[in-house]
T-cell receptor, first 115, second 114 residues
Framework: DAGVIQSPRHEVTEMGQEVTLRCKPI?????LFWYRQTMMRGLELLIY????????DSGMPEDRFSAKMPNASFSTLKIQPSEPRDSAVYFC?????????????FGPGTRLTVL | GNSVTQMEGPVTLSEEAFLTINCTYT??????LFWYVQYPGEGLQLLLK?????DKGSNKGFEATYRKETTSFHLEKGSVQVSDSAVYFC?????????????FGTGTRLLVSP
């Protein structure tokens, strides 16, 4: 299996521009998570989906952030408009929900720089 | 709410030294516990996990035991290598089965010198 795939790996944009991050989870997984990692705040869960339905978006920082999962093999995280404080590494992770514990598998991340 | 506390880093060791990274947690119920590792420029990878009290997770020479009485899940390795240099995250699962999410600690950076 190819693992969780994220694109782009690096994104540099200017303040006010729209940014779209993409994620392809591991085939067969039914939960998907978006995280943000910064030096100041560490690893933060932004939103997670189960069977393509958003379950908990309490970590989404503000209305400028939105996430969608139109099907089991694709998700996007959009920031509009972007601000310099959004600069971070954004990770996508997926898991297969079963009875018991769910192991999350992380993608390589997208490093976002907003100038 | 649930939380995970890890020791501050960086932890600096010489090759072949013994490693301990402390992790304690606060949780309602009986969460599963995890250690993830992040190598430079990469995403997090599961290192080991334990699902109930007294379970020992182990992988690649690392091990950790789920201690309910002390609410701890300390990571240990008997002899570290330079290639173990990375950031290590302790985490617990919360939520109902089927809707679980992970709560991560702040991470501990390990630096191993030759």
């Amino acid at each position: 299996d190819a693992g969780v795939i994220q694109s782009p790996r690096h994104e540099v944009t200017e303040m006010g521009q729209e940014v779209t991050l993409r994620c392809k989870p591991i085939s067969g997984h039914n939960s998907l998570f978006w995280y943000r990692q910064t030096m100041m705040r560490g690893l933060e869960l932004l939103i997670y989906f189960n069977n393509n339905v958003p379950i908990d978006d309490s970590g989404m920082p503000e209305d400028r952030f939105s996430a969608k999962m139109p099907n089991a093999s694709f998700s996007t995280l959009k920031i509009q408009p972007s601000e310099p404080r959004d600069s971070a590494v954004y990770f996508c992770a997926s898991s297969l929900v079963e009875m018991g514990t769910d192991t999350q598998y992380f993608g390589p991340g997208t490093r976002l720089t907003v100038l | 709410g649930n939380s995970v506390t890890q020791m501050e880093g960086p932890v600096t060791l010489s090759e072949e030294a013994f490693l301990t990274i402390n992790c304690t947690y606060t949780a309602t119920g009986y969460p599963s516990l995890f250690w993830y590792v992040q190598y430079p420029g990469e995403g997090l990878q599961l290192l080991l996990k334990a699902t109930k009290a007294d379970d020992k997770g182990s992988n690649k020479g690392f091990e950790a035991t789920y201690r309910k009485e002390t609410t701890s899940f300390h990571l240990e390795k008997g002899s570290v290598q330079v290639s173990d240099s990375a950031v290590y995250f302790c985490a617990l699962s919360e939520g109902d089965t089927g809707f679980q999410k992970l709560v991560f600690g702040t991470g501990t950076r390990l630096l191993v010198s030759p």
